[in-house]
Each structure stands twice: as structure tokens, then as C-alpha cells.
């Protein structure tokens, strides 16, 4: 079973100006995903992002995905990402190979009987 892993960024929190600079970002509010092809599941999360010493300042409108999540993927650092990816491939194989299961209650019958409502009497004729 091939699992593909992948982030997404959903939004960004900005504050409005700063410094005489428009849309700084301070946190990036993300899902990390998971798929097997037939099983699909995610785990959403926010990071509050710092500048990092000697990186370029990059303008809001020159952004990209990839670059928030390098940031991401930088703030949060490779266990903790690598724990995320552990965790999504344990949930698929929970779908695939279910531990936890909800069967239908015994005294309960596989098909309800059928009910036909009672003709309705016009009040007043």
C-alpha cells in the first residue's frame, strides 16, 4: 500500500500593516493529508510562523504555497513532521483494517416494517 502524503494551506493570518510593510504573516493555518488512492484522510493544524535569521523577506503577493510550507515544515522541524506523516499512514490503515467497529445491535431488525400513514380527515366539511 503506497501512502502519498500532502500539505495544504488553507489561510493566513496577517497583521495589516507593520513597519510601513502591508499582510505580515504570523500564522499559517494548514491541513496535512493522506491518501492511498482509495482511503483519504487529514489532520488540520495552525503554526505560528517567526522570521528566520538571513532569510529574504518575500512580499504577500509574491508567495507561494511551497514557500509557506517550507516555512511550516522549518517551524515545525523533521520529527515533528515525520510523527504527522506516522499518524496519517496509522489512520489509513484503520480504515483499511478497521480495529474499532460498530455492528448493528442484535435486537434490532435489518429492515424497518413498512408504516402507511393514517388518511388525513378535513376539519369543518
Known sequence: ????????????????????????????NWTFSATD????????????????AGAPF??????????????????LGETIVANYEALLVKMIDEQVN????TPVLPWIPLSLPSIQPEPITPIGI
Open 1 to 28: 500500500m503506497t501512502i502519498t502524503t500532502k500539505f495544504n494551506v488553507l489561510s493566513l493570518n496577517c497583521y495589516s500593516q507593520q513597519n510601513g510593510t502591508e499582510n505580515i504573516i504570523f500564522k499559517a
Open 37 to 52: 488512492g482509495t482511503y483519504h484522510t487529514s489532520l488540520p493544524d495552525s503554526t505560528e510562523l517567526v522570521a528566520f
Open 58 to 75: 518575500i512580499p504577500f503577493a509574491d508567495l507561494t504555497e511551497d514557500q509557506v510550507i517550507a516555512w511550516i515544515k522549518t517551524t
Open 98 to 101: 478497521p480495529v474499532i467497529t
